[in-house]
């Protein structure tokens, strides 16, 4: 597979282009949205220049990766000739399931659709083609140009070789594949999430603050974030639908979302997007300071 063409400009999706380019891929760049796709090329020149000034890459390897790209705000002329196609689009069940109905009449037969999805179902997508034993998911960690883990995930119908294929294609970006079955949360979700939600059950039952929770975590396990700031990074709305997806695929009390986590969502206290979560955040800047709601 040398054309793979990705959906979607945002933080995955423009990481995700950049890995594949910048590993001499051909990469096609798909988002409705022309300014989107055009911030996204910004954002990996940008990424990549911090690569060259720590010696990690060379100005040649720079161009080259740029060159390697290209955009596109029409699907069937970004995808139709993709030998791989991975999905970074909104975690919005019928946006995915719409692109796959899309893509599985676009692209030939023997392309492989990957969803980056950090929950949704690999078979409940698979199901909206014709082609579910090439349907897989590709699930890369945040920053994806740093983060060697990319959970590979079979859907029920998937293949052997498909996933063979995806598990070999990750080792030639420099990734360390990890092969999980299709179930909520898959493996990282299914243990990260639950653990955030109970750091925020522990804040709204005033076991301790968010400073307090966050440096227990850090200094106590070594973990390199707090899960309440790693909830604000993530986007406490992606938190709470993925504990809404393991709440409702696995039908257990513990994985019910902790109702200040609901209250946040509801009031658009979504984290560093939205400027303010368990902590907030100064636009355009990385200060940070605990939110005032949560201060003592």
């Not at 079979?154 to 990734?175: C, E, H, P, Q």
């Not at 929770?213 to 106590?220: A, E, N, R, S």
């Not at 039908?251 to 109702?259: E, L, N, R, S, T």
Request: some cysteine; proline content about 4%; charged content about 20%.
């Amino acid at each position: 597979m040398k054309n793979i063409t990705v959906i979607g400009s945002g933080t995955m999706g423009n990481g995700i282009a950049h890995v594949f380019a910048q590993n001499n891929f051909k990469v096609s760049l798909v988002d409705i949205s022309q300014d989107a796709l055009d911030k996204a090329i910004n954002t990996i020149s940008k990424n990549l220049d911090r690569m060259l000034t720590k010696g990690t890459i060379t100005a040649e390897q720079k161009d080259q990766t740029l060159k390697n790209l290209n955009t596109f705000t029409d699907l069937h002329t970004g995808a139709k000739d993709a030998e791989l196609v991975v999905e970074a689009a909104t975690e919005n069940p019928e946006i995915k399931f719409k692109l796959f109905r899309d893509l599985d009449a676009i692209c030939k037969p023997e392309t492989i659709l990957a969803s980056n999805t950090s929950s949704i179902s690999i078979t409940k997508i698979a199901s909206q083609t014709k082609r579910a034993d090439k349907v897989i998911g590709m699930h890369f960690m945040n920053p994806v140009p740093v983060m060697k883990l990319v959970e590979v995930i079979r859907g029920y119908s998937t293949s052997a070789s498909t996933t063979k294929s995806i598990m070999d294609l990750s080792v030639l970006l420099n990734k360390v594949p990890t092969e999980a079955n299709d179930y909520p949360g898959f493996v990282a979700n299914r243990i990260l999430m639950p653990m955030i939600n109970e750091a925020i059950i522990s804040l709204q039952e005033g076991v301790a603050g968010v400073s307090e929770i966050d440096t227990v975590m850090k200094l106590g396990m070594a973990h390199p974030m707090g899960p309440l700031q790693l909830a604000d990074f993530i986007g406490l709305d992606v938190c709470l639908f993925i504990m809404q997806v393991l709440y409702d695929g696995l039908g257990k009390d513990k994985y019910a979302p902790c109702p200040l986590l609901v209250n946040m969502v509801t009031a658009g206290h979504l984290g560093v997007k939205s400027g303010s979560g368990f902590y907030q955040y100064t636009a355009g800047s990385k200060d940070w300071v605990i939110a005032p709601m949560f201060l003592k």
